[in-house]
């Protein structure tokens, strides 16, 4: 695990971890995988952090995962803990924080394509795009705080997209 | 306020955002920054554009950024107390939708044709995009203090959409054009 999360600049992670996962160690199948990626994305959490979860669970249980989780986040998170206490020491530092704003303008940018990147999968459907529209004025034009926005507009999503009369 | 105050309200606001964190990590963005800046005052806005960048651009899983928010919070206790809120923040927004992944990732196909997990699978999707897309103006508005830096943050995600193009590529020409002092 440890090996994956170094691998993983700036996205790209779960290619790797199939990479190393399922080709390499044959921990589990293509398909499982594939069934992780997807409960991963859904549920609450990061979804790298979600997907050790599920791996390790399909070992070994709670101990699995609790393994999983610390494998692939200790190193790194420490790593960023320590630059943390760096930036906190030396932010007089001018060429720190010029660095620092170009950093911000690249990630600004990056969390913008996320969105642009799911926009493209809804381009057609017109109920999940007026939903969208709805939760981002809520937050970003009314200013209400995200909790309740999700709580309501998730159960109102669901109740619209119930499946009504058809079999599976 | 004491160190174990200001650990305490790190601690329960995370644990309380955990399972609000749908689709990845970034939706929870816009309201990291209502508590780190507005509500609590951990941080200035400099101080949480500039963290964000360097979580960004720090290897590992793009989630850590909590973590960091709690270094921030608890640096005015010393770098010791700095340590504990930082690794105790991360914990707190882990904790709770890592329990219910794995309860998720134990029942998650035997609920195969339940009406409440196609219904979850379908409305969950619309609600984050349009989470993610006010997330972006918030992280947009708060890391860019210029035009330069907007045209920047605009370029990054047109190339990110239209190429393929590694996002190490977009952190390390930023930096750069920061540290030559382009972007203000």
């Known amino acids: 695990m440890t090996q994956v999360a170094f691998s993983a600049f700036g996205g790209g992670m779960s290619l790797w971890s199939h990479r190393i996962i399922v080709e390499r160690r044959q921990w589990m199948t293509s398909e499982s995988f594939v069934t992780g990626l997807t409960v991963a994305r859904l549920f609450p959490g990061p979804n790298q952090i979600n997907m050790s979860v599920y791996i390790g669970s399909i070992f070994q249980g709670l101990p699995g995962s609790l393994a999983a989780v610390a494998g692939i986040i200790l190193f790194p998170f420490t790593l960023l803990m320590l630059l943390g206490l760096a930036y906190f020491q030396v932010s007089a530092i001018a060429e720190v924080n010029r660095l620092l704003a170009g950093l911000a303008a690249a990630a600004a940018g990056m969390a913008l394509s996320m969105g642009f990147k799911i926009l493209d999968v809804y381009r057609t459907d017109y109920l999940a795009l007026a939903i969208a529209v709805i939760v981002f004025v809520c937050l970003q034009g009314f200013r209400f705080p995200l909790i309740p926005v999700v709580l309501v507009a998730g159960s109102l999503a669901m109740s619209l997209y119930w499946p009504r009369g058809q079999r599976r | ?184």
């Not at chain 2, 200035?44 to 651009?57: H, I, K, M, P, V």
């Not at chain 2, 409440?116 to 984050?128: C, D, H, K, S, Y």
């Open chain 2, 1 to 184: 306020m004491t160190a174990i105050q200001t650990w305490l309200q790190v601690v329960l606001t995370f644990l309380k955002l955990s399972l609000f964190s749908i689709g990845g990590g970034n939706t929870l963005l816009q309201a990291y920054h209502h508590e780190a800046v507005e509500t609590f005052g951990w941080l200035t806005n400099r101080q949480f554009s500039d963290l964000y960048g360097l979580a960004e651009a720090a290897p590992g899983p793009s989630s850590m950024f909590a973590g960091l928010l709690g270094l921030g919070a608890g640096w005015k206790h010393g770098p010791v107390w700095a340590l504990i809120t930082g690794y105790s923040a991360e914990i707190a927004i882990l904790l709770p939708s890592t329990v219910v992944m794995l309860i998720a990732s134990v029942y998650w196909n035997r609920w195969r044709d339940s009406p409440w997990r196609i219904a979850f699978e379908r409305g969950l999707g619309p609600v984050t995009l349009g989470i993610l897309f006010s997330v972006s103006v918030t992280i947009l508005k708060t890391a860019n203090h210029s035009l330069v830096a907007y045209a920047l943050s605009f370029m990054v995600c047109f190339f990110a959409l239209k190429t393929k193009i590694s996002p190490l590529v977009f952190i390390a020409i930023c930096g750069l054009a920061g540290v030559l002092g382009f972007v203000r």
